[in-house]
């Protein structure tokens, strides 16, 4: 199946869940990263079980601290 992964579209077998796609990304800090598909976040309690579908959106959002 495809799915756009950062603005990229990949090819990825079928019933990819999002931590496979967060090992295979090599995503740092999988912990703290935010996950968004079709432009919706995905609760954390939810990421373990959520399944990709065909011409799903990813992306993997990061929020820093700091600043004064």
């Known amino acids: 199946m495809t799915i ?13 869940t999002l931590p ?5 990304e090599n995503v740092e800090t999988p912990q703290y990263v935010t996950v968004s598909i079709n432009d919706e976040f995905v609760a954390s309690e939810e990421k373990d079980s959520t399944v990709l579908k065909e011409g799903d959106s990813v992306e993997f959002l990061y929020f820093m601290g700091g600043g004064q």
Request: aromatic content about 6%.
């Open 4 to 16: 756009i992964v950062a603005g990229e579209k990949k090819d990825f077998k079928d019933g990819l």
């Open 20 to 24: 496979e796609l967060i090992e295979l």
